[in-house]
């Protein structure tokens, strides 16, 4: 079983759309996380939650709202996409919001976003 | 302002070679993580510091600590084709009370050639 699974993998999609993608994680962890790795491999944290509760909100536009059902997944909704948005995001979670100092973030395999 | 610098950003060597990756930082963390990542996957733990002054060694992989906590470098002797990847460094901070965010750097992209 994959502990950290995202869907859908791909996604093509045309500028002013509105789309999502879902994350689910299996590991029992309390903390959740999106990332954004662009074209040249930087990887920025978005949001991250902690069971269900926004922790962390880095400065990102409005357009993109996270959504915690459960403890268990965090799907990001992305309005009006724009060409800008085009990246790979990455969800993750760990076992704990402290910094236990072997706390792992386990990561999804991505989802490619394509906005054309 | 890049909280993580990463260096070199790119570096191509012969198998066999030894490289050091290193990973900058005006602050002070609380741990900080070296990932590894494939093309078309997710990022992969290697190791975790916590330690100032900490060495750990993962086969040919040798990672220290600064003193300071505020730095850290990633040593591969006699690298293989197999090492080929992208390095990322993660420091942890305390953010908003007990929780920690993980702040990556930019990374290094690694190619070992036969």
């Known amino acids: 079983d994959t502990a950290v699974s995202q869907t859908p993998k791909y996604l093509v999609t045309q500028m002013g759309n509105d789309k999502s993608i879902k994350c689910e994680q299996n590991l029992g962890h309390d903390t959740m996380y999106w990332y954004k790795q662009d074209s040249k491999k930087f990887l920025k944290i978005m949001f991250s939650y902690n069971n269900k509760e926004l922790i962390i909100n880095e400065t990102v536009p409005n357009r993109f709202s996270p959504k915690s059902p459960d403890k268990a997944h965090l799907n990001l909704h992305i309005n009006s996409l724009e060409l800008g948005d085009s990246a790979v995001y990455f969800c993750?979670?760990?076992?704990?919001?402290?910094?236990?100092?072997?706390?792992?973030?386990?990561f999804g395999q991505g989802t490619r976003l394509t906005v054309v | 302002t890049q909280l993580l610098e990463q260096s070199p950003q790119f570096l191509s060597i012969q198998e066999g070679e030894n490289l050091t990756v290193y990973c900058n930082s005006s602050?002070?963390?609380?741990?900080l993580q070296w990932y590894r990542q494939e093309p078309g996957e997710g990022p992969v733990l290697l190791v975790t510091v916590v330690t100032g002054g900490e060495v750990k060694k993962l086969k040919r992989l040798t990672f220290q600590f600064g003193d300071a906590r505020k730095d850290s470098s990633l040593h591969i002797t006699a690298a293989q084709p197999g090492d080929t990847g992208l390095y990322l460094c993660a420091g942890a901070l305390v953010s908003k009370g007990s929780n920690y965010k993980l702040t990556f750097g930019k990374g290094t992209l690694l190619t070992v050639n036969p």
């Open positions: 993750a979670s760990s076992q704990d919001r402290t910094p236990l100092g072997n706390t792992e973030a386990f």
């Open positions: 602050s002070v963390f609380s741990s």
